[in-house]
Each structure stands twice: as C-alpha cells, then as structure tokens.
T-cell receptor
Framework: AQSVAQPEDQVNVAEGNPLTVKCTYS??????LFWYVQYPNRGLQFLLK??????LVKGSYGFEAEFNKSQTSFHLKKPSALVSDSALYFC?????????????FGTGTRLKVLA | GAGVSQSPSNKVTEKGKDVELRCDPI?????LYWYRQSLGQGLEFLIY????????KSGLPSDRFSAERTGGSVSTLTIQRTQQEDSAVYLC?????????????FGEGSWLTVV
C-alpha cells in the first residue's frame, strides 16, 4: 500500500534562512512524488514533481526537492525563505506500478517564516 | 476553462439535508478526482473518474456519498442526509490522463458546513 509521512506538523524558520520540509514515502513500485502548497482558504497549488532522472528537481517560487531512493525521502527545500512562503505544504505520492490511480497525500506541514 | 472550477465555494446546510457539489475540470482533462480535507487533517481520497466511469470509488465514506460525471466533463458529488462529520472542504482535481506521472490540478474547493 502507498503511504506518505510528513513528520513535522509545523516548521518555523527565519526569513533569509534555508528551509527544509520533510517527506518520506512507501510504495511497492516506482514512486512518483509531488509537492503542493496551500494558502489560507485556497486550493492546492502544484510546486514540483519527481518522475525519473535527476534526483534534484526544481519547481516554482525557488523551491526544489531531492529524491533519495535509499532513504525513501523527498524533502522540500529552499535556500532563502521569504515571509510569503508561509503556508501549508503537502507531499503526495503515486505508485507507478500498482495499477492504482490514487495520489496519496501526507497530513501537511505548516511552514511559518518569521520576519 | 483556465482552471478547475468548483461550486458552491461555501455551503451551510442543516443536518439531514442533501447537498450537491459541482466540479468543472480543466478543458481536455479526462481524469477527475474528489478529495476531502477536514480541519487539521490531510487530504482523503474519495473517488476517481476516467471519462464518465469511476474505476475507483473506494474512498467514499458511506452510501450517503455518491458522484457522477457526465459528458466526460462536469462532475457532481452528492451527499445525502448530511451529518455534522461531513463538514469539510471538498476538493476536486483533474489531469490530462491517468498516467502516473501526470500532475493533478486542484480547484479552490467547496467548504461545507453542516449545522
């Protein structure tokens, strides 16, 4: 069965500092991994995804994520945080081999960037 | 349309009443998903459509929940005899095809409150 874990409910970081939001996953086949951001009272916006190839993927708003197969992780990173990055971040996985169509989401991590 | 459109954006209903939530996916998107987001929770998969058929409806919480899709486009999620625990944000998403690597794009959601 597919699963995603986001171990931190909240991450606080000072503006200008690097940020990391953690995500680990479990699938039986090849993982397809996604990050989304949700601002208050809004839907989810796509940030980036890993399908295959280079383990470091770059996405919107300066975010990037590193796929680590041995650690089954897909942590979201940004070199320098902005106050406007404060939002709820969701990691999602889809199993490429299982014949399932579901995208499984983590419980979300609230990022708070402090001025 | 330019994005996934959901209506109503907000709905307050009395316990025991039926509600219908509508989703208009991005034009040309054949895959359509419904998710539920409860306060403080992650996203819970409800149902997936490919065209007008629903190969996976495993996430529907009870027989009070049903969904249909017509013309390979608009989908309606119906909740009968609403209960207070149905209060949540109902999110619709769509993608070009159900291929595992495809990104799903979300609407702004329908916020349902059952009083």
């Amino acid at each position: 069965a597919q699963s995603v874990a986001q171990p931190e409910d909240q991450v606080n970081v000072a503006e200008g500092n690097p940020l990391t939001v953690k995500c680990t996953y479990s699938v039986s086949g090849n993982p397809y991994l996604f990050w989304y951001v949700q601002y208050p009272n809004r839907g989810l916006q796509f940030l980036l995804k890993y399908i295959t190839g280079d383990n470091l993927v770059k996405g919107s708003y300066g975010f990037e994520a590193e796929f680590n197969k041995s650690q089954t992780s897909f942590h979201l990173k940004k070199p320098s945080a902005l106050v406007s990055d404060s939002a709820l971040y969701f990691c999602a996985v889809r199993d490429g081999n299982s014949g399932t169509y579901k995208y499984i989401f983590g419980t979300g991590t609230r990022l708070k960037v402090l001025a | 349309g330019a994005g996934v459109s959901q209506s109503p954006s907000n709905k307050v209903t009395e316990k025991g009443k039926d509600v219908e939530l509508r989703c208009d996916p991005i034009s040309g998107h054949t895959a359509l998903y419904w998710y539920r987001q409860s306060l403080g929770q992650g996203l819970e998969f409800l149902i997936y459509f490919q065209g007008n058929s629903a190969p996976d409806k495993s996430g529907l919480p009870s027989d009070r929940f049903s969904a249909e899709r017509t013309g390979g486009s608009v989908s309606t999620l119906t909740i009968q005899r609403t209960q207070q625990e149905d209060s949540a944000v109902y999110l619709c998403a769509s993608s070009l095809e159900p291929t595992a690597g495809n990104t799903i794009y979300f609407g702004e959601g329908s916020w349902l409150t059952v009083v």
